[in-house]
Nanobody
Framework: QVQLMESGGGSVQTGGSLRLSCAASGETSSTAFWAWFRQAPGKEREGVAVIDARGRTNYADSVKGRFTISKDNANNTLYLQMNSLKPEDTAMYYC?????????????????????WGQGILVTVGS
């Protein structure tokens, strides 16, 4: 079992920045895939950014150039740096991980369904 806990959410004005963190604990040695998903009110959950054990990344088109996913292997922590935030980025953000995943277009796919999930953290971007 893997436990994930997000932190760093909150409210910010349009154009601002936030950095989300996700601390992993438990049986993390076999984790090969990490991801950030989000779900806005009335919308389906979507993959935002993913990274695999080789450091390959993939981003949703809506966040490319603004968001950066990274991981600190020594501290079992996943990050999502979010810059130039827009009101449409308002959502619950979830980190997720798994030991298995599939590729899409040469990198880890945004359409994976990871086994382990955090509780989520709210990001609100005001206009």
């Amino acid at each position: 079992q893997v436990q994930l806990m997000e932190s760093g959410g909150g409210s910010v004005q349009t154009g601002g920045s936030l950095r989300l963190s996700c601390a992993a604990s438990g049986e993390t040695s076999s984790t090969a895939f990490w991801a950030w998903f989000r779900q806005a009110p009335g919308k389906e959950r979507e993959g935002v950014a993913v990274i695999d054990a080789r450091g390959r990344t993939n981003y949703a088109d809506s966040v490319k150039g603004r968001f950066t996913i990274s991981k600190d292997n020594a501290n079992n922590t996943l990050y999502l740096q979010m810059n130039s935030l827009k009101p449409e980025d308002t959502a619950m953000y979830y980190c997720a991980s798994d030991s298995k995943y599939f590729d899409d277009l040469g990198g880890p796919s945004l359409y994976n369904h990871p086994a382990y999930w955090g509780q989520g953290i709210l990001v609100t971007v005001g206009s």
